[in-house]
C-alpha cells in the first residue's frame, strides 16, 4: 500500500488514489443518523478502509435543468436514505505538514437534488492549480433533511448534517494535510444557501473562517410559514417508519400537493427559521453582529439568474427567439433573478456589513449579452470546476472544455486566493466577473 495515499485520522485509516496531479480520498462517512432525527459522528473500524468510489447521492427525483443543461442524470448514481459522506480532494506533491488552505463544498439542487462528487463539481482544477484542499460534502435532501423530527416537529437535520461535516473536519483534515484553522465554506443555489444557514446556525463560528456564497435563492426563504406549515402537516400524514423504497414516492405526493404561488415555493423543503439551530428570522441581524466580524465573506449572484428557465421550458424559450415576444421574456427573466437572488443577496451582503463583517460583493456576467443562456443560473460553476461532461451541451454554450478551463483561471485563483488568505487581489475580470469591497 502507497503510504503517500494512506491517511491515518482519528475517525479511521484511509486509503485513496492518484487522479491527474491530485490525491482523491472518496465516501468517506461522516454521520450516521436514524431517520428524521440529528446526525451523530461515525468512527471506522481498525484497518485500512479503501475510499476510491464517489459518494453516494441522496434520495432524490430526476432534475430536469441539470439534465437538459448539463447532462447530470441523478437516476444513474447510487442513492442511499442515509447520504452523510465526503470526499476529499488534495494536492499529489505536498507534504502532509504543510496545512493547507481547506476549501468545502455544499452542492445546490433546490435542496432536493445533487451530490458532491457530481460530474459538475470537479475539485481538481482548484486543487492542482492553487494548492488547497477542497472537500465536497453530501447531506440528506428533500422530506429526509428538511422536514420533521421523530416527534413530528419542524427539523433542520440536513443542515444539521453540513455542521456536523465541519465537525468531522476539525476532528481529522489535518491528517490529510489540512489546516483545520482555515477553513473556508462555499457553495451554490442551495449550497449557498447552506452556507448561510451554517453562519446564522447557533454553535457554528469556531468551525470555519470565511464563506462565499454563489446565487443564493435567499427571496425564496423568505415569508415561508404557511408553506412549510403545508409540508409539515403532510409529511405526517405518512408513517415515519415508510420503507426507504417509498420515501421519493411520498416526496413527490407531497410536492404535487403544494399550494403555495410565491417566491417560497421554489425552495419546497429548505430550512426552517426559528427551528434549531436556526435563529427566526426577525433574529438574524442580532446574530450576525455575534459572527460578521470574525468571518470574511464573498456574495454574489449571475447578470441573468433565471435565463435557466430558456433551457428547461420550450415554450418560453420560442418565445424569446420571436422578436415580439422576446422583451417580454426578458422582463420576466430580470423581474425574477432581482426577486429572487440579485437584490436579496444584496441586502444580506449590506447587512452583513452593516453587523461589522468584511464583505465582497461580485456580479457574474460571463456571456450575458452574446448568449440566450448566458451568465444563467448555473453558469459560474463552468469556470470554478470545469465542464465535466457537459461539453456540447447547453451549459457550455459553444465552447469546449479547454476553453472553458481557461476562461475560468483566474476566478479559480480569486476563489482560492480568498480562502487562504481573506483577500481579494483581482476585482475584475474582463466579461465575466465584476467585485466590489462593501
Known sequence: MRKDLTFKAPAGTFVGYEDEGTIQIKGIRYADSVRYDRPV???????????????????????????????????????????????????LNQQIDEKLPVMVWFHGGSYRNGGADGPSYDRKLLVKENGVIVVGVNYRLGLLGFSRDREGNYANNGLLDAITSLKW???????????????????????????????????????????????????????????????????????????????????????????????????????????????????????????????????????????????????????????????????FIKKMSHAIFIDPSLEFAQQYAQAGGTVYHYAFSWLDDQKTLGAMHIADLAPLFGLGQAEGLPVAMGYTQAQVVEAGRPMRQIWTTFAAKGIIKQFKINQMLTIEQL
Open 41 to 91: 459522528l461515525y468512527h471506522y473500524g481498525s484497518g485500512n478502509h479503501l475510499m476510491m468510489a464517489n459518494a453516494p447521492f441522496g434520495i432524490q427525483a430526476h432534475s430536469v435543468a441539470e439534465y437538459d443543461l448539463q447532462g447530470t442524470r441523478y437516476e444513474d448514481f447510487p442513492q442511499v436514505e442515509n447520504d452523510q459522506y465526503l470526499s476529499i480532494t488534495r494536492p
Open 169 to 331: 473536519l476539525q476532528e481529522n483534515i489535518a491528517a490529510f494535510g489540512g489546516d483545520p484553522d482555515n477553513v473556508t465554506i462555499f457553495g451554490q443555489s442551495a449550497g449557498a444557501d447552506m452556507v448561510r444557514g451554517i453562519i446564522l446556525a447557533s454553535g457554528t463560528a469556531n468551525l470555519y473562517h470565511r464563506a462565499i456564497m454563489q446565487s443564493d435563492p435567499i427571496g425564496s426563504m423568505k415569508n415561508r410559514e404557511k408553506l412549510d406549515a403545508q409540508v409539515l402537516e403532510l409529511i405526517n400524514q405518512y408513517p415515519i417508519d415508510a420503507p426507504t423504497s417509498e420515501l421519493l414516492k411520498i416526496q413527490l405526493e407531497i410536492q404535487d400537493n403544494i399550494t403555495e404561488k410565491g417566491l417560497d415555493k421554489f425552495l419546497i423543503f429548505a430550512p426552517h427559521y426559528g427551528a434549531y439551530p436556526l435563529p427566526a428570522e426577525n433574529e438574524i441581524p442580532t446574530r450576525l453582529k455575534a459572527v460578521a466580524a470574525d468571518h470574511k465573506l464573498l456574495i454574489g449572484a449571475t447578470t441573468r439568474e433565471a435565463a435557466i428557465v430558456l433551457g428547461t421550458s420550450e415554450k418560453l424559450a420560442g418565445l424569446h427567439e420571436k422578436r415580439l415576444t422576446k422583451r417580454i421574456t426578458e422582463r
